[in-house]
């Protein structure tokens, strides 16, 4: 695991619980998954020497025994996330909606269709397109606290494509939303669009998937769109003010990640960037069901230039391979460990637990000129290369030196 203190960089080995790290400007807070309880971990602002550590459990998911496909999609994955300001937490689900303080005491608990109704917006998604996606019902919830205007983003996909925004810094107050991707002419991301949120002092960044589009380093016919709108705008949403300045992208590569940048320092003319790995073009599974698939991290970046947000100028999309110093390519992505469902046994359970996701990454932020991302893989047990024989799941933890944002390379 990396950090600045000792700038060093570790494989993490996982075999029972999958980690996902998320940072605000005073803590971290690591997330499990384990027996459908979410616990959170919260980590003091020290990155060294003695951290105190508390923890609780959060939303409990669905017996499957009470699953319904028709409505939900909880024999698939939990789908949680979680964010904080420094006085509260908030827990998002397919299911609810939480607000904890920081001892553990539950402040509220919504029904994540009647928040999503409650913001103006409609929380039914569209039939799914495949059978293993599940039913209908609003899915894959993502939550942030924007400390540069003082308000809570949670996107989810619903009708479309849910974004929602607090009126204030307290979450237990009103929200409003919008369907971001359909305004200014669209197109609607409504078919499973994964979506992923960043920001940094400058704006907010939205990216999700567009069926139809195409990227060169990402399966045929399978991309993403990215929207990046001015941070004063965001702040009007929950007003019931539409953004005025939706800058879009097309096609940029299957499951990119927008960074989170708390510097407050900041220029407005600095670069915000996007981060996701290669896959293979075919077949449109590629990203996910891969074995020893030599991939290169792929970097884009974005200027703003008042409210218009330039993409990829100068030197567009980046394609930079692992190794330290990206001279070559050394790390090889797998499905992870165990059969096609991609689950693994958990200890004291007889339900394992679901990790396929883990070919995005878990978390991207910018610290500095760097930028910093946590991406899960599968073993690799033989023609392994430089990455070396390895029976159990795998972490790449990555730092990209991008004091020159046209050319990233691996630090």
């Known amino acids: 695991m990396y950090g600045p203190a000792s700038g060093k960089l570790y494989e993490l080995r996982d075999?029972?619980?999958?980690?996902?790290?998320?940072?605000?400007?005073?803590?971290?807070?690591?997330?499990?998954?384990?027996?459908?309880?979410?616990m959170f971990l919260f980590v003091s602002p020290a990155w060294v020497g003695a951290q105190t550590i508390r923890s609780?459990?959060?939303?409990?998911?669905?017996?499957?025994?009470?699953?319904?496909?028709?409505?939900?999609?909880?024999?698939?994955?939990?789908?949680?996330?979680?964010?904080?300001?420094?006085?509260?937490?908030?827990?998002?689900?397919?299911?609810?909606?939480?607000?904890?303080?920081?001892?553990?005491?539950?402040?509220?608990?919504?029904?994540?269709?009647?928040?999503?109704?409650?913001?103006?917006?409609?929380?039914?998604?569209?039939?799914?397109?495949?059978?293993?996606?599940g039913g209908r019902g609003p899915f894959e919830p993502h939550v942030v606290y924007d400390e540069f205007i003082g308000r809570w983003i949670v996107t989810i996909t619903c009708l479309n494509d849910c974004l929602m925004v607090s009126a204030t810094s307290d979450p237990m107050g009103p929200w409003g939303g919008v369907y971001l991707s359909c305004l200014q002419g669209g197109t609607c991301l409504s078919g499973d669009p994964a979506l992923h949120i960043g920001y940094d002092k400058n704006g907010m960044y939205y990216c999700g998937g567009h069926l139809g589009g195409d990227n060169p380093d990402t399966p045929?016919?399978?991309?993403?769109?990215?929207?990046?709108v001015p941070?004063?705008?965001?702040?009007?949403?929950?007003?019931?003010?539409?953004?005025?300045?939706?800058?879009?992208?097309?096609?940029?590569?299957?499951?990119?990640?927008?960074?989170?940048?708390?510097?407050?320092?900041?220029?407005?003319n600095a670069p915000a960037f996007f981060a996701a790995k290669t896959c293979a073009?075919?077949?449109?599974?590629?990203?996910?069901?891969s074995t020893n698939f030599p991939f290169n991290w792929v970097?884009?970046?974005?200027?703003?230039?008042?409210?218009t947000a330039i993409y990829n100028s100068p030197g567009g999309q980046q394609v930079v391979k692992t190794?330290?110093?990206?001279?070559?390519?050394?790390?090889?992505?797998?499905?992870?460990?165990?059969?096609?469902?991609a689950a693994i046994p958990q200890a004291g359970s007889d339900i394992p637990m679901r990790i396929a996701e883990s070919h995005r990454f878990l978390n991207l932020v910018q610290f500095g000129t760097h930028l910093l991302g946590a991406l899960g893989s599968g073993p690799c047990t033989?023609?392994?290369?430089?990455?070396?024989?390895?029976?159990?799941?795998?972490?790449?933890?990555?730092?990209?030196?991008?004091?020159?944002?046209?050319?990233?390379?691996?630090?």
Request: proline share 6%.
């Open 15 to 38: 075999e029972e619980m999958e980690i996902r790290v998320k940072s605000n400007r005073t803590n971290q807070v690591k997330i499990g998954w384990t027996l459908g309880v979410a």
């Open 323 to 341: 190794d330290i110093g990206s001279k070559q390519n050394k790390w090889l992505y797998s499905t992870p460990c165990c059969g096609a469902t």
């Open 382 to 411: 033989g023609d392994c290369g430089v990455q070396g024989v390895d029976a159990n799941n795998v972490m790449f933890w990555v730092d990209l030196d991008c004091s020159k944002p046209a050319a990233c390379v691996v630090s």
């Open 220 to 228: 045929k016919g399978v991309a993403y769109d990215c929207l990046a």
């Open 231 to 268: 941070s004063a705008e965001v702040k009007a949403i929950e007003q019931g003010t539409a953004p005025a300045h939706i800058n879009r992208h097309n096609d940029m590569p299957l499951d990119i990640v927008p960074a989170i940048d708390h510097n407050r320092l900041k220029a407005a």
């Open 56 to 133: 609780f459990d959060g939303d409990k998911g669905l017996d499957l025994k009470d699953c319904n496909l028709e409505t939900n999609r909880c024999r698939r994955q939990p789908e949680m996330d979680v964010a904080v300001n420094g006085k509260q937490v908030v827990q998002v689900t397919r299911q609810n909606v939480l607000v904890f303080d920081y001892s553990g005491k539950l402040l509220r608990s919504t029904s994540m269709i009647d928040f999503v109704r409650n913001a103006g917006l409609e929380p039914m998604s569209p039939p799914p397109k495949q059978p293993s996606q």
């Open 281 to 289: 073009r075919t077949p449109v599974s590629a990203c996910q069901y």
């Open 299 to 307: 970097v884009d970046t974005l200027i703003w230039n008042g409210t």
